[in-house]
């Protein structure tokens, strides 16, 4: 945990600061932390003497189908499993996993969801600048973080590698 928090206050904004200076591509640092966040994290839960149980799969808003007119944000997600965008399968993936499920529509309702429900490991998605937020502000806490995919640009009908969340959750299982 002291490395993983050295890695991501320190040497983060560090590495942050050079990428500036030297015109280099932000987003390529984030994921080199984010990767970085995770090895940790996977570190962390394999030294535990038990799985975690209280698993909590935290989503951004943008993965619902924007022309959508249902809200999937908040304590109940309104889903009519229409399956045009992933939030149907996260849901399934979360009923078969029995892990909780959440959607915020920003950084503060994440906070709050985190807050409220303690979990024992996160495994969130976000874009580059939101997930590495989102880390600084998780430091102590398990997460294993996932970078959404943008084929419609930033905040739009985003996706998310279904199939590393569920290799994650088997993973957990064994």
Not at 31 to 40: A, G, L, S, T, W
Not at 84 to 96: A, G, N, Q, R, Y
Not at 100 to 113: F, Q
Not at 145 to 172: A, M, Q
Request: hydrophobic share 40%; charged share 30%.
């Amino acid at each position: 945990m002291i490395m993983k928090k050295f890695c991501l206050k320190i040497m983060y904004p560090i590495f942050s600061f050079f990428y500036r200076v030297f015109r280099l591509n932000k987003d390529d640092c984030i994921k080199f932390f984010v990767q970085i966040n995770n090895k940790f994290t996977y570190k962390e839960i394999g030294k535990s003497k038990q799985k975690p149980k209280k698993i909590l799969l935290l989503m951004p808003h943008c993965l619902q189908f924007s022309e959508c007119e249902y809200r999937v944000t908040g304590k109940e997600i309104r889903c009519r499993m229409c399956g045009k965008c992933e939030i149907k399968d996260l849901m399934e993936i979360s009923k078969k996993y029995n892990v909780k499920l959440s959607i915020a529509s920003g950084g503060t309702m994440a906070r709050n969801i985190i807050k409220n429900f303690k979990p024992e490991l996160i495994i969130a998605t976000a874009c580059e600048r939101d997930l590495i937020s989102g880390l600084m502000d998780t430091v102590n806490l398990p997460v294993i973080g996932i970078l959404n995919e943008r084929p419609y640009g930033p905040c739009l009908d985003t996706r998310v590698d279904l199939n590393k969340i569920t290799s994650i959750l088997e993973n957990l299982q064994r």
